[in-house]
């Protein structure tokens, strides 16, 4: 990976015009069928996210990077678990399971294995994958099974109106932390690294070309895949940690995200805290083979068991 | 193939390796699991088995994932269980309910030990009976069956298999410590004569219009699988007939209803009962799983003692037999319920016959004997 | 008829097995019904262990042994811990080489794991128990044991478990072995 994939990053500035409504925006856009139409659920537009929210821009670098892979829409399968992330599975328009708070990853696990065919997508939040769903995020990366792990990390539950999680940095203000947050956070890419995935990689919703490249790049590689989306959740984080509004946040991945290149960062300094000026590393961190997970098959009567 | 499949003929089998045996020969393709006393051996069975037939076995990280991974499995298509006992089922009560709303069809094994919480891992229970029926939040129906015999440990997975297939609900035999570990005659007929009743598919082709849960008479949606092309969307939140999510009071109602009813009104389907003695009994034992062949036992030594006794056996418990009960059993009849707990479907029986019953209740920890409920008989027969 | 067996040694000397081959035999090739239980979990593990068998010529409601119309003790530890659970007048087999039993027992003894020595492999001394059993209790028949003995154990170790069985059979026959003689009418 080369820092060239950062290039992209740098022309977002001038994008929005604060003085335009939507309304107006709309009015401007006229456009009869959108690209994504044919994969996104078009009849559940508007929906449930804030202004300024990233998670919008995640899912729309996975429904491009669907219509850029060489498998069939149909074969793939997205499944998620509960919060503003999870929701995604209500919105794309392919085979789409939405589950119980953290068990997206054994509920997806359950049908690939029993169809392997299917390209099979976990696609959830912070809270939802490493806390509540925590043990199953580590063991799923153990046995290396072969699901793609999209989490949008927004530092906090942002749905049910801004409580701390698993990654909400030391201090931070939450809901549940009003004095600041006494816990540690996780470290993502450590974490997973450290479990066994194949792929580990960290972007920001500013990476959309990134991001995309990296579902795509994920879809076509075995074993257990995982991608953090950093994202700013300006109602739920952003407004009690002094992030005046996404766009804010967005200026702030611009200003302090470092591509990290193979081996030159330590683990420590992918700790992430926003209201901190340091840099944010993100890239391809893990990128190996370890042997994916197959269930054990048999082929002669009492044969000898396979790999 | 076939004879690995179905194992036909004699065998002295365990009720765990039974109900092993009886998922190979229902078809089942998918085990997710976390080991469990004294439910382990199911699992360890299927782990030797299922390679042998195609199928996926997989140990999970704990019973939330289990369940989860079996409900998953079930999605994609395939025949899915676990097996597991007390604390691990308290553990997939929440997903229990997931796949009550989804609708997809899975089998738990729950072979009961000594509870609450970690009891006596070794020894029977009998008490996750209104576990099962009320464990997971909200309004449902369930259905239940509990086996008495190794055979039966075989015959009801299969039968649990069909319902949960036909029905799209989930489905739990309720087993206990000395079904699941004693070893008995097991016989196990030809492939070609076990009963598979398959999942109600959608007639249409996959095109724009497709509802996944729109539901005909019987109140069963036909069921789609991923991957063919339907694009579904399935949630646990509140549904309408397209599978979106809708926060009304009214969707809501109308789904909860149905649900409710679907198991309900099919329930003559699957509800099964088993008399002995009952022709002019006065005074009638109500009892299930292990606990009635120590019924069934005593009923035989107070007949020879001239008292008109019978046995009613629950071989399905949920839902309950309510029809059965009265229709098999005279109006004015002396109930007894012999359960391995402090009295929990004793209350159901009440609920039916409107009256107390007397109860030979056992905590659990070893199987209620024949003696102290030949007592009561003689008891309730003074 | 209802009969009770508890077949009981330590840990690693075949118990479970000699029960499960037993109740197979009854179950399967002998006509009877039979239901093996067995003690699990940390209690059964060292110690004392043992293997429960109810026969019966009609259907089993109870399966679990009362009162043990039979006990097989393959140590001293199995003997003094489960005599007591047994009938007064139960017919009490033991290894003679490893257990002393209270002289009023109706006790039948053999050497078994001598036996099983002899045969080069200590590890078949529950069959040697096993044949002698079948041949002093007379409630199950040669065929059905060997019968159940082929269809259990693994393939290559059959002729071996078959020899130890007829080992044990044929002691009970032999003048020096201890049998009553109402008991060895009874076998033959």
Request: proline share 7%.
């Amino acid at each position: 990976m080369s820092a060239s994939m950062l290039d992209g990053t740098t022309s977002l500035r001038g994008t929005a015009d604060p003085d335009r409504t939507a309304a107006q925006i709309g009015a401007a856009i006229n456009v009869e069928q959108h690209p994504l139409d044919q994969i996104i659920r078009a009849e559940r537009m508007p929906h449930i996210w804030c202004p300024g929210c990233g998670i919008g821009v995640a899912m729309r670098a996975y429904a491009q990077a669907i219509l850029d892979f060489k498998f069939p829409v149909d074969d793939h399968v997205v499944v998620s678990g509960i919060g503003c992330s999870g929701r995604v599975a209500g919105y794309m328009n392919i085979d789409s399971y939405h589950t119980t708070h953290g068990r997206a990853i054994p509920f997806a696990l359950g049908l690939k294995l029993a169809n392997p065919k299917l390209v099979v997508t976990v696609f959830s939040g912070d809270g939802d994958l490493v806390a509540i769903g925590g043990n199953h995020l580590i063991h799923a990366a153990r046995r290396n099974v072969d699901l793609k792990v999209i989490c949008v990390n927004n530092f906090n539950y942002g749905m049910t109106g801004g409580q701390a999680g698993p990654t909400t940095p030391l201090g931070a203000r939450a809901t549940t932390t009003p004095y600041g947050n006494p816990e540690l956070p996780f470290n993502l890419p450590y974490l997973l690294a450290a479990s066994g995935a194949n792929y580990v990689s960290r972007w920001t919703t500013l990476h959309v070309r990134q991001v995309k490249e990296d579902i795509l790049y994920t879809f076509a590689k075995p074993g257990f895949t995982f991608i953090e989306v950093l994202a700013p959740c300006p109602v739920g984080f952003g407004k009690s940690n002094n992030i005046e509004d996404g766009l804010e946040e967005m200026e702030l991945y611009r200003q302090r995200c470092v591509l990290a290149t193979d081996g030159d960062v330590r683990a420590e300094e992918l700790d992430i805290d926003l209201r901190e000026e340091r840099p944010i590393y993100v890239g391809r961190f893990i990128d190996r083979d370890r042997a994916p997970y197959q269930p054990v098959v048999i082929h002669a009567p009492g044969g000898a068991k396979e790999g | 193939m076939s004879t690995k499949r179905v194992r036909t003929g004699q065998h002295f089998m365990s009720g765990d390796h039974a109900c092993a045996e009886g998922a190979l020969a229902a078809g089942c393709r998918f085990f997710g699991g976390y080991p469990i006393t004294p439910s382990t051996e199911v699992a360890e069975h299927l782990a030797r088995r299922l390679p042998e037939v195609g199928g996926v076995f997989i140990q999970m990280e704990d019973e939330l994932g289990s369940i989860a991974s079996v409900l998953g499995a079930s999605a994609a298509g395939a025949r899915a269980m676990t097996a597991t006992s007390g604390p691990g089922l308290s553990l997939m009560l929440e997903n229990l309910g997931l796949g009550v709303i989804l609708e997809l069809p899975i089998v738990i094994v729950d072979v009961q030990r000594g509870s609450p919480s970690t009891g006596l891992p070794t020894m029977p229970g009998q008490a996750d009976i209104m576990q099962a029926r009320w464990g997971s939040h909200g309004d449902y129906e369930i259905v239940a069956y509990a086996p008495w015999s190794p055979q039966e440990m075989f015959d009801l997975t299969i039968q649990a298999f069909n319902v949960a297939d036909r029905f799209r609900v989930p489905v739990l035999l309720m087993a206990d410590e000395v079904v699941g570990h004693m070893v008995e005659r097991v016989e196990i007929p030809d492939a070609d004569q076990i009963e598979c009743w398959s999942r109600k598919r959608p007639e249409q082709p996959p095109n724009g219009s497709f509802a996944p849960f729109e539901a005909g008479e019987d109140l069963v949606p036909p069921m789609v699988h991923a991957g063919e092309g339907y694009r579904i969307h399935y949630t646990g939140l509140t549904h309408d007939e397209h599978g979106y999510p809708d926060m009304s009071a009214e969707t809501h109602h109308r789904l909860v209803t149905r649900l409710v009813e679907k198991v309900r009104r099919n329930a003559d389907q699957f509800t099964r009962v088993e008399g002995y003695h009952l022709e002019d009994a006065r005074i009638v034992v109500v009892a299930y799983g292990c606990t009635a062949r120590s019924a069934r036992r005593a009923v035989r030594l107070a007949r020879r003692q001239n008292i008109p006794v019978g046995l009613l056996r629950l071989v399905s418990i949920w839902p309950f037999a309510d029809e059965a009960l009265r229709q098999l059993v005279p109006d004015d009849a002396t109930f007894i319920v012999t359960e391995m707990n402090l009295g929990q479907i004793s209350r159901e029986v009440e609920r039916v016959v409107r009256r107390p019953v007397r109860g030979v209740f056992h905590a659990g920890g070893a199987m209620i004997s024949p003696e102290p409920i030949l007592q009561a008989i003689q008891e309730a027969a003074q | 008829m209802r009969r009770e067996i508890r077949i009981a040694g330590f840990g690693g000397q075949g118990v479970g097995l000699t029960g499960f081959i037993l109740g197979k035999a009854l179950a399967l090739y002998d006509g009877q019904e039979a239901v093996m239980t067995q003690a699990y979990g940390p209690e059964a593990r060292g110690g004392a262990s043992s293997a429960n068998i109810v026969t019966a010529d009609e259907p089993i409601d109870y399966p679990f042994i009362q009162q043990p119309d039979i006990l097989v003790a393959l140590s001293q530890e199995a003997y003094n811990r489960f005599r007591p659970t047994a009938k007064p007048q139960a017919l009490i087999l033991i290894d003679q080489d490893l257990v002393t039993p209270d002289p009023d027992d109706n006790i039948h003894a053999i050497p078994a794991t001598r036996l099983a020595e002899e045969l080069g492999r200590r590890i078949v001394t529950n069959l040697v128990m096993l044949g002698f059993f079948t041949a002093v209790s007379g409630l199950v028949s040669r065929q059905a044991v060997e019968q159940a003995i082929q269809t259990t154990v693994k393939p290559a170790t059959i002729p071996l478990n078959l020899q130890a069985f007829a080992t044990g059979y044929d002691y009970a026959h032999q003048p020096e072995g201890s049998l009553p003689e109402a008991e060895q009418e009874r076998v033959a």
